[in-house]
């Protein structure tokens, strides 16, 4: 199976389980049927109780909301992503290629930094926060491109650097949106995660740069 097969049946597999869950309106009786408020002798409706939580929710527009936000920040992160590629071209392909630490290791260092941090910034009014949006996206960039890597490698296929980060951060990021599943358990994982092995990396010893070759 190749790797956009994989992609397109996960995408499928997320819409279908949203547009299930999303189905039907709660009613409003027991019966299901919603009835219109009745007009008291005056012409004036009578007040709601104000004590009674809301219960109408259309459907539509939470399973609109859903996919909004998974058509808008599926490129969005692809071109984040893509830009630190750009900017640091060498660099990010020897963090890729060089990433240290197993899933376990960089899921343990993640969790420590971050609730570090956390602590942290509540006490500093914020800047720690910025640390840990700049181990997150070198780390979810190194989780991407090893997700394309190892998909590329179940195809048969080999990969570029562009075609690993768009079907690995497409796949994380489509695993992450799945409902309940991927809100609070995958997404997260993969958040702390990223931490983890960005973390990793810079504490790491650096492997030197391949010269190139000499010319004739």
């Given amino acids: 199976m190749g790797a956009g097969r994989v992609l397109a049946a996960a995408v499928g597999l997320f819409l279908a389980y949203t547009t299930l869950a999303c189905a039907q309106d709660p009613p409003l009786h027991p019966g299901g049927e919603i009835r219109p408020p009745t007009q008291e002798v005056g012409g004036e409706l009578p007040a709601r109780d104000s004590s009674r939580p809301i219960t109408v929710r259309h459907s539509s527009e939470a399973f609109w909301a859903v996919l909004t936000l998974l058509v808008c920040g599926l490129p969005l992160g692809f071109a984040l992503l893509g830009l630190l590629m750009v900017i640091g071209p060498d660099y990010t392909e020897r963090m890729t290629a060089h990433a240290p630490g197993s899933f376990r290791k960089r899921f343990f260092v993640g969790v420590v930094n971050t609730v570090f941090l ?37 195809a048969g296929r080999d990969a570029g650097r562009w075609t690993r980060l768009a079907t690995g951060w497409s796949l994380l990021y489509v695993a992450s949106c799945f409902p309940f599943l991927g809100w609070f358990l995958v997404g997260p994982v993969v958040g702390l995660t990223a931490v983890g092995a960005a973390l990793l990396w810079f504490l790491s010893k650096k492997p030197a740069p391949v010269p190139p070759a000499p010319g004739p």
């Fill in 118 to 154: 956390v602590f942290l910034a509540a006490a500093m009014k914020g800047p720690p926060a910025v640390l840990l949006v700049a181990l997150f996206f070198p780390g979810l960039l190194i989780l991407s491109d090893e997700t394309g890597r190892r998909i590329a490698r179940i």
